[in-house]
């Protein structure tokens, strides 16, 4: 956002934000091709002459594995809502915090932050609320590589012992167990938004 240069920022903001588009297939196939046995880590590893890195089928790290995904996937969406809130933000006060002396850094805690504050705590209640869906199809294609204990999560666990076996009160109680924590955590951190001075997602009564 603080990039001069126009072409350079919408560029950039391009090549990150164009992941979100990828399926999960992809996602997981071009990390396979970068870190898997075969992938091209692992050969210049090789060529070094060191041992290759067990990344993809490694069920210890499995969970930074994911996060890593996750975040390369969709970390460009989250840009495009803090890059909006960030235009919404008064360049004038920007500009009479330089001349008072006000640093770069000193503008981002006093400005920046305090400007992005309802988004970081709107967008925070919302990924509460979906805590719990964690992404059936980044773990159902990884679950053989990784082995059940690391890969199970609870939409993989409805899906081979509810949906598979027709058990479907099996499922139906998973769905209600996952809305029923989903609206705790959306109302606790609302509360918490209220304490904070913020709106939430609804307004106090």
């Given amino acids: 956002n603080s990039v001069m240069s126009g072409r350079i920022r919408g560029f950039v ?9 990828f399926s999960w297939v992809l996602v997981i196939t071009f990390f396979v091709q970068m870190f898997g046995g075969a992938g091209l880590l692992a050969q210049e590893m090789r060529q070094a002459g060191l041992e290759p890195w067990n990344i993809m089928t490694n069920p210890d790290t499995f969970i930074i594995l994911v996060t890593a995904e996750s975040v390369w996937k969709d970390v460009g969406w989250g840009a495009i809502v803090f890059l909006a809130a960030l ?6 006060l920007y500009e009479a915090a330089a001349a008072d002396g006000a640093g770069r850094w000193r503008r981002l805690w006093h400005i920046t932050l305090p400007g992005l504050r309802p988004v970081i705590v709107l ?26 204990q ?14 598979a076996t027709q058990q479907w009160g099996q499922g139906a ?16 951190a609302n509360k918490m938004a209220h304490k ?10």
């Fill in 87 to 92: 235009s919404a933000i008064d360049q004038n």
């Fill in 123 to 148: 967008l925070l209640i919302l990924r509460l609320g979906d805590a719990l869906s964690v992404g059936f199809e980044q773990f159902i294609l990884q679950r053989d590589a990784v082995g059940r």
């Fill in 196 to 205: 904070l001075g913020e709106q939430g997602v609804y307004s106090r009564s």
């Fill in 173 to 188: 109680a998973a769905g209600l167990f996952k809305a029923v924590i989903g609206l705790i955590l959306i109302v606790a």
């Fill in 150 to 163: 690391a890969a199970e999560v609870l939409d993989t666990f409805v899906y081979h012992n509810a949906i």
């Fill in 13 to 21: 903001q391009s090549v990150v934000y164009l992941p979100h588009f």
